[in-house]
């Protein structure tokens, strides 16, 4: 089975930069598609951003324009980088991975990382 190992997060304050990491294991499928969630205490789990096999990407419009998806060459390992971070994007962060054609029908992701916590004070 697929592990994903997120790392990259911390305390920080508002405005602050932060670059999340998230290592694969290994890349179980031809076409997989990859991205991240968070969860803060007492809300519901929330769709950062996502990258699928073709490049594109999404992004929660509470996160346009200061959060970047992106992956090295290899594609074993995922990256957002944060920046301009504010005390609302507090919340433990989730690294996720599935087959694209999964993702599309389900609009879900099978493995899931541990997650890293991200905390931004004010």
């Known amino acids: 089975q697929v592990q994903l190992v997120e790392s990259g997060g911390g305390s920080v304050q508002s405005g602050g930069s932060l670059r999340l990491s998230c290592a694969a294991s290994?890349?179980?499928?031809?076409?997989?598609?990859m991205g991240w969630y968070r969860q803060a205490p007492g809300k519901g789990r929330e769709q950062v951003a996502t990258i699928a096999d073709d490049g594109s990407t999404k992004y929660a419009d509470s996160v346009k324009g200061r959060f970047t998806i992106s992956q090295d060459n290899s594609k074993k390992t995922l990256y957002l980088q944060m920046n301009n971070l504010k005390p609302d994007d507090t919340a433990m962060y989730y690294c996720?991975?599935?087959?694209?054609?999964?993702?599309?029908?389900?609009?879900?992701?099978?493995?899931w990382g541990q997650g890293t916590q991200v905390t931004v004070s004010s």
């Open positions: 290994a890349l179980p499928y031809s076409t997989y598609c």
């Open positions: 996720v991975l599935d087959h694209c054609t999964n993702v599309r029908w389900y609009g879900e992701y099978k493995f």
